[in-house]
């Protein structure tokens, strides 16, 4: 079975500066997603950023990118330039690739909160 | 946009009550899925469903059951709310192979 960890439970950032969060996770598959979700306050799951483990580049989004180790099996978020709206806490997910039905859940992290100190 | 809707945000229930959580999707989406939210924990899978009247076990399913009678909906049961049920369920739809839309969560409360 897949497992997502997430070794650190909270992380406070200066606005305006640069933090990164850490995930590692476990397959033994070769294709795969990985997912880095926020949720805000109003705990609505938002899709961060996604990566296809057949992409070698690593995927960005405006302020947000990865660093994509496939041989660590390890899946990172940097978020540049922080800013206050960025406070939430962050999962990390997994799901396989094969696109049958019993192989489209997501397997989530335990998740980090991100501070912004103004 | 996607819209995913849980019938409830906050939910208070006596031990041993039979609680029904219910979600609505409004895009004709294959896959639904139940997940529970618990701080340290993460999001682990209850159930979910690919089609109608098809369901199969997740992660933590014992003291769940599900249905999915149409499409669109699908229904979390909780046949005797026990207070280690008492978190945050959060439902989320997809079509196969595209990323999941969740829904707000509902906060239950189990006393």
């Known amino acids: 079975a897949q497992t997502v960890t997430q070794s650190q439970p909270e992380m406070s950032v200066q606005e305006a500066e640069t933090v990164t969060l850490s995930c590692t996770y476990d397959t033994s598959e070769s294709d795969y997603y990985l997912f880095w979700y926020k949720q805000p306050p109003s705990r609505q799951m938002i899709l961060v950023i996604r990566?296809?483990?057949?992409?070698?580049q690593n995927a960005t989004e405006n302020r947000f990118s990865v660093n994509f180790q496939k041989a660590a099996k390890s899946f990172s978020l940097k978020i540049s330039d922080s800013q206050l709206g960025d406070a939430a806490m962050y999962f990390c997910a997994y799901r396989s690739g094969f696109r049958i039905q019993g192989a489209q859940k997501l397997v989530f992290g335990q998740g980090t909160r991100l501070t912004i100190n103004p | 946009d996607v819209k995913v809707t849980q019938s409830s945000r906050y939910l208070v229930k006596r031990t041993g009550e039979k609680v029904f959580l219910e979600c609505v999707q409004d895009?004709?989406?294959?896959?639904m899925f139940w997940y529970r939210q618990d701080p340290g924990l993460g999001l682990r899978l209850i159930y979910f469903?690919?089609?109608?009247?098809?369901?199969e076990k997740g992660d933590i399913p014992e003291g769940y059951s599900v249905s999915r009678e149409k499409k669109e909906r699908f229904s979390l049961i909780l046949e005797s709310a026990s207070t280690n049920q008492t978190s945050m369920y959060l439902c989320a739809s997809s079509l196969v192979g595209e990323k999941l839309f969740f829904g707000s969560g509902t906060q239950l409360s189990v006393l």
């Open positions: 469903s690919y089609d109608v009247k098809m369901k």
């Open positions: 895009m004709d989406h294959e896959n």
């Open positions: 990566q296809e483990a057949y992409k070698q």
